[in-house]
């Protein structure tokens, strides 16, 4: 049975939704929420199989809620079922963790049918939004991966090459242990690289820092 958690601010949307998924045989709505920080509590409280997750929520939007929940709990299946393909609506989403991304004019048995798929580890995706993420790609290695990195993650870098532990980070810019982990986790996924040594090295060999 897929255990469901449904996120959506309209009511009858989730009526309607939970009634489709409740009726099919191997599917169960377990938890509906009508923001995204209800999202985020019962997600990291019923640890879902899949989240269903609208994208313009109150208090939290649907890239917030997906952010805060999978830097809990990473391995989180979330699929977005939303009305906008707005870039803005797009990256941040799939940047924050979501697995697939459909629109809400997608019938009834196809956004059923990506539930199973995403359960089973086969991402879904508007073909509006791969083509999107394509061109992304493609934008980004036109230019330095260095470039991708916000200011703060760019002096937790120089940091890191200065052979500063994460606790060091921490006290230094007088943050959370737990930030300083999520920003080195960026910066190694930005930087496309596997651990800090190579963070360092990528450094050096592009002159963030001075040898």
Known sequence: MIKILLADDHEMVRIGVSAYL????????????ANGEEAVQLALKHRPDIILMDMVMPILSGAE???????????????IVTSFLDDD???PALEAGAISYLLKTTNAKQIADAIRSTFNGTPILEPEVTSKMMARMRQRHDRPLHEELTEREHEVLLLIAQGKTNQDIADELFI???TVKTHVSNILSKLEVQDRTQAVVYAFNHHLVEA
Do not use: S
């Not at 409740?22 to 929420?33: F, G, K, L, N, Y």
């Not at 997906?66 to 299946?77: C, F, G, Q």
């Open 89 to 91: 609506k797009v990256y």
């Open 22 to 33: 409740q009726a099919q045989p191997d599917m169960e709505v377990i938890a509906e929420a």
């Open 65 to 79: 809620a997906t952010k805060a929940i999978v830097n809990e709990w990473p391995d989180a299946k979330i699929m």
């Open 176 to 178: 959370a242990l737990k």
